[in-house]
Each structure stands twice: as C-alpha cells, then as structure tokens.
C-alpha cells in the first residue's frame, strides 16, 4: 500500500494540474493568468532555486582531492598514465566532463549486482538504463532545441535543420517526429524500470514518480497537440514572443489544448530546481569529476586545520606524576632535581 500510493499521489498531482487548465474557458482574464502570469512565476522559480542551489554547492568547501579515478594516474616520466580515466591536467580534465555530460560514460561503467541462488552475487552490465537515459536526455535536448523556433524571429537556423532531420520520416502532415516516440519510449522504459526492479522500487520516492508522470504528461500533451487536436501555432508564436519580451499579449483562439501543455511545462519548470533533475547542474560541480588527479604534485592545505591547544605527553607526566609512580606505572622523563 505504502508503494502504491508514492505512485498514486503524484498521479493524482499531475492531474489536477491537467484539470486546473479547465479555468482557462472562464473567459480572458482566467486565459491571461494561465498565459502570462503563471509562465512569469514558473520561470522565477526556476531561475530563483536554480541560481540558489548553485551558489550553495559552489560555497561548499573541498579541502581535499577526491576525484574518482580507475586508470594510472601520472608519476614517472617512463610510466604511461591515463589522461582520461585517471586526469592529471586541465585539458584531461575537461575531457572526461565532457564525456560525462555528452555520453554518460560513468552510466555505461556501471555495474549491476544480483544474487543468484540465495549466495553467488554475480555482477553485470546495466546497458539498458544507459541506453533509456541517453535516449531520453538527447532526445530532450533535440525537443527544446526544436521549440527554440517559437521564441526567435526570424527562426533560429539550427532550429530549422534539426526539424528537419528530426522529421526524416514524415509520412504525411503534421510531421511525426522521431524523438517524440524515442522520448515516450524512454521514459515508459525509465517507470518500467521503477515498478519491475524490486530494489529501485524500494529506494523510489513520490517525487521520482512526480519527475516522470510530469514529463511524460508533457510529451503525450505536446503530441497530441500537434497530431490530433488543431491548435494555431501562429498565435502561439505570438503569445511566446510576447512573453519573453515583457510585452505579454494574448492572441485569441490558441486552445484548450495548448494550456494544458503550457501548464504541465510551467509546472516542470517551477519544480525543476527543487527535485533530482537539478543533477543537470550538479554534475559540474561534482569534485569527483570536475578536479584533476594531481595530489602527487601539488600539496594542498585543509583550510579546516586551524591552530589547536595540545596536551603533550610530557605535560601530561608533570600533571600525573605522583599517582603514576603510586599506581606502579613507569614514568619516562625523570622530573629535573630541584636546585637549592
């Protein structure tokens, strides 16, 4: 019961956010609040939490060289290192963040434990939530980068082009984009993967389901507004361009359909930097990652060691000296005779 509702819940979340968009045909001040005002809110949210938890984690003190390495690390000029696997310098270091962030090669690493027959623990590839995450992300990417076309004019050029290969198969109009199926795949893949997986099933919580149900209720909106349901994307233009440049006027006749997706977006947006999607930000600030391996060169100073009072072990004789001797311990430093 306790794991059905941490899935219920956020189910229930979603929803309502979805049904909340049903004010929209109250009239054009309720269209107004929907269209501007909360665009306006989601985005300071997102910005305010965002910048906030940076500059936390940023103020977070590392007084230590903790990157996580697996390859030679540089010493002897005749021993070969491992720029990648184990950085020694700005540019290695640079690179292995860049394969982190492009093709999550730490994801591709790892490795899955099972025990087989009660006592055998047998280790294994985990592939398949580094093929669904890479699918995903890329494929989110691709979207955002798409939707760029609504927010410039004239229409940012690499907009167009990933349009247009993104488009590749359309068979008839709308166009049906790749992504769009690769993301609902992956994310069905990624809650799959919560429900089957006992162990990660224990370890999810109703904020996990809350990141996944809201994304996937922005896809499926996105597509069926485009697909099935006739919205008018030149006054979505309109409405965005408006909105971005503080001039917030709201074209007549867009759609119920386009606010509920407006909705569900400014809703991901506003919970963004206040969930466990905010790793987007935080894997560059990660001292596993983003510091070189160079503890063999460089001598580094804890800021935390501040000047102390000690107790020696000889002051300590001085203090015990009589109930040592008393007690049959042996004493080391013979206490100087007294000069009469």
Partial sequence: MKNTARILYPL????F?????LLTLLGQNAVFI??????YLALTSFFTGFIYRVVRWAQSPVPFNIPTTCGQEASLDWVKSDKIENPCCNWGTAGRMALEILLFRSLFRNSDMQQVGGQRLV???SRWLWLGGLAFHW????????HLRFFTEPIFPPSLWISA????????????????FIILTAVSYLFVRRLVSSRVSYISLASDYLALFLIMAVVVSGVLMRSVFKVDLVAVKELAISVITFRP????????PFYIHLLLVCTLIAYFPFSKMMHAAGILLSPTRNLKNDSRRVMRINPWNRPVRVHTYAQYEDEFRQPMIKAGIPIEMEKPPVEQ
């Fill in 12 to 15: 229930a979340a979603v929803m």
């Fill in 17 to 21: 956010v979805v049904l909340l968009s």
């Fill in 34 to 39: 929907f269209a501007v005002v909360i665009p």
């Fill in 123 to 125: 280790y294994g590839g």
């Fill in 139 to 146: 494929s989110l990417l691709i979207i955002l980068i798409r």
């Fill in 165 to 180: 290969v993104d488009g590749v198969l359309q068979l008839a109009l709308p166009a049906l984009f790749i992504t769009d």
């Fill in 249 to 256: 006027a709201v074209p007549a006749g867009i759609g119920l």
